[in-house]
């Protein structure tokens, strides 16, 4: 069985002298009784829709059904092809595909929900965008999504994923936390390092709320979608740097747990509080009915 905590994993892949997408990839196999090929396939077929999720914006001005969004992933790539950004065509690039898969998502789109469809651009982002520059085969982005997988499998464990449970930062938060780890674990970290990149990605975002405007995932969620982007893309050099997480993972995650609980019920996917009930978001939602 998935060990209980990062602890744990970081041990028994140290014991083991295996990868943290190893370490996933074997217990997985244990649980469903499945063949390693079969479960690499279909995390090979998650990959493949990410990759037409995270371009198909980027050249394409998508419309979400309700109108709120969309066209921004365009934009972005009109910005990025003029190649006079502040940040550089890496992060710039890494923005777009986030957004592409966001406005795919509200459009009525396939997407993975990684982990959640309110996160969905995150993921494939950071990991597509790496994994181009530092010229990853397919196979290691699969093992990518493995390490991505485990990092997922502890928050489920000991925090939520929701964003009606735990806020935006179970939602935005994990996947960058995820994201950053599997990015750590691509530029040659150890366990260690991917778990140190998880838990300042989760320290960074603890209480973001989830206050999605007019009830749709859509607004602010999208340009959440960029900040966990960004984020899991820094934090992972600064752990490739060998900057170190004060706070471990386990006790970030549970701190998450913690603060998710005491957050008002307004906060948590309800649109009940937040940028949902202000003045501009209520005549939006009005506009809508």
Same mark, same amino acid.
């Given at each position: 069985?998935?060990?209980?905590?990062?602890?744990?994993?970081?041990?028994? $892949?140290?014991?083991?002298?295996?990868?943290?997408?190893?370490?996933?990839?074997?217990?997985?196999?244990?649980?469903?009784?499945? +063949?390693?090929?079969? =479960?690499?396939?279909?995390?090979?077929?998650?990959?493949?829709?990410? !990759?037409?999720?995270?371009?198909?914006?980027?050249?394409?001005?998508?419309?979400?059904?309700? /109108?709120?969004?969309?066209?921004?992933?365009?934009?972005?790539?009109?910005?990025?092809?003029?190649?006079?950004?502040?940040?550089?065509?890496? =992060?710039?690039?890494?923005?777009?595909?986030?957004?592409?898969?966001?406005?795919?998502?509200?459009?009525?789109? !396939?997407?993975?929900?990684?982990?959640?469809?309110?996160?969905?651009?995150?993921? +494939?982002?950071?990991?597509?965008?790496?994994?181009?520059?530092?010229?990853?085969?397919?196979?290691?982005?699969?093992?990518?999504?493995?390490?991505?997988?485990?990092?997922?499998?502890?928050?489920?464990?000991?925090?939520?994923?929701?964003?009606?449970?735990?806020?935006?930062?179970?939602? $935005?938060?994990?996947?960058?936390?995820?994201?950053?780890?599997?990015?750590?674990?691509?530029?040659? /970290?150890?366990?260690?390092?991917?778990?140190?990149?998880?838990?300042?990605?989760?320290?960074?975002?603890?209480?973001?709320?989830?206050?999605?405007?007019?009830?749709?995932?859509?607004?602010?969620?999208?340009?959440?979608?960029?900040?966990?982007?960004?984020?899991?893309?820094?934090?992972?050099?600064?752990?490739?740097? /060998?900057? !170190?997480?004060?706070? +471990?993972?386990?006790?970030?995650?549970?701190?998450?747990?913690?603060?998710?609980?005491?957050?008002?019920?307004?906060?948590?996917?309800?649109?009940?509080?937040?940028?949902?009930?202000?003045?501009?978001?209520?005549?939006?939602?009005?506009?809508?009915?």
């Amino acid at each position: 069985m998935f060990k209980n905590t990062a602890k744990e994993v970081i041990e028994e $892949c140290n014991k083991e002298n295996i990868h943290l997408w190893e370490y996933t990839l074997k217990e997985e196999v244990i649980r469903s009784g499945l +063949p390693e090929k079969e =479960i690499t396939d279909r995390m090979r077929r998650n990959l493949q829709v990410m !990759k037409v999720a995270s371009e198909y914006g980027r050249y394409h001005k998508v419309k979400s059904v309700s /109108g709120l969004i969309g066209g921004d992933a365009f934009r972005l790539q009109k910005y990025l092809d003029k190649g006079e950004s502040l940040t550089g065509n890496f =992060i710039i690039k890494a923005m777009a595909r986030s957004l592409s898969c966001s406005e795919v998502n509200a459009s009525m789109g !396939k997407i993975v929900a990684s982990p959640t469809a309110g996160s969905c651009g995150i993921l +494939p982002a950071v990991i597509l965008t790496v994994g181009e520059k530092l010229n990853k085969s397919e196979a290691e982005l699969i093992q990518a999504l493995f390490t991505a997988s485990g990092v997922g499998i502890l928050i489920a464990k000991n925090a939520s994923l929701s964003g009606a449970e735990g806020g935006c930062m179970a939602e $935005c938060g994990s996947a960058a936390a995820m994201g950053a780890a599997s990015v750590v674990e691509m530029m040659g /970290g150890t366990p260690e390092m991917c778990f140190d990149a998880a838990s300042i990605v989760i320290k960074n975002v603890l209480g973001l709320v989830c206050d999605p405007v007019a009830g749709l995932v859509e607004v602010p969620c999208a340009k959440r979608n960029i900040s966990g982007t960004v984020s899991a893309l820094t934090i992972a050099d600064l752990v490739m740097a /060998g900057v !170190k997480s004060v706070i +471990p993972f386990d006790d970030s995650v549970l701190a998450m747990n913690s603060i998710g609980k005491s957050m008002a019920c307004e906060l948590k996917e309800t649109a009940m509080g937040g940028l949902a009930v202000t003045p501009t978001a209520r005549k939006i939602k009005d506009s809508l009915l």
